[in-house]
């Protein structure tokens, strides 16, 4: 029952998500959202000083594609080498190369133009943030897992509280140093945490289907 409850709640979460995205995108598509990008940036960047730029730039590059690349296959040998957990190694794989491919076709579809920044050069189109998507794929599916094997709550809420706070913070170092708007950063968070609780609804139904099988083998 429990794990039913689990399942509905991934699900209806994995819903509304997708709808908070769906705004999103269409008040970028229609230009509805200059307002909300402006007063965001403002209290950002507002924030700029000499000591705080390079810890931006810091947690940017984190989120780049080299890093991510590196801390994925630290995660991917946890997986396999300490918890021997192939089902969820599987997992993280989809989540994260799902989370790319999407992320290539909403900017190829929106092909909104990058901001104009003083502190990055960047290519390619703005919306969703790809960095954002992806922190939000490798730290969120990294947080699902790891506190699944969690031996306490309060481990589990450490491991929740650091994954998410690194997602904050390469979201907003994005801002920061202008490579991205805020909806941007938004749309990329909802897209892929939409994405990653379908793929819990996916990898627990699964689960439960084997488990279920294996019981009446028995």
Not at 43 to 66: N, Q
Not at 99 to 128: C, T
């Amino acid at each position: 029952m429990n794990e039913f409850k689990r399942v509905r709640g991934a699900f209806g979460l994995a819903v509304l998500l997708t709808l908070g995205f769906a705004l999103i995108a269409m008040m970028v598509r229609y230009e509805k959202i200059a307002g909300f990008d402006s007063a965001i940036i403002s209290v950002i960047t507002g924030l700029r000083s000499s000591a705080l730029t390079p810890v931006m730039r810091f947690f940017s590059a984190i989120g780049g594609g080299t890093v991510s690349t590196i801390l994925s296959f630290v995660m991917l040998g946890i997986l396999y080498l300490i918890f021997r957990q192939r089902r969820e190694l599987i997992f993280f794989l989809f989540v994260s190369v799902g989370s790319l491919l999407i992320n290539s076709l909403f900017k190829n579809l929106f092909q909104r133009e990058r901001p104009i920044s003083q502190f990055v050069e960047e290519g390619g189109f703005s919306f969703p943030s790809g960095q954002s998507m992806a922190a939000m794929a490798l730290y969120g599916t990294a947080a699902y897992l790891l506190a699944r094997h969690a031996a306490s709550t309060k481990a589990k809420i450490v491991i929740i509280a650091i994954s998410l706070s690194m997602v904050v913070i390469i979201g907003a170092s994005r801002i920061y140093l202008g490579a991205h708007y805020p909806s941007d950063i938004m749309g990329g968070y909802s897209a892929t945490a939409a994405w990653l609780c379908l793929s819990v609804v996916l990898f627990n139904g699964t689960t439960g289907t084997k488990k279920r099988r294996m019981t009446a083998d028995m």
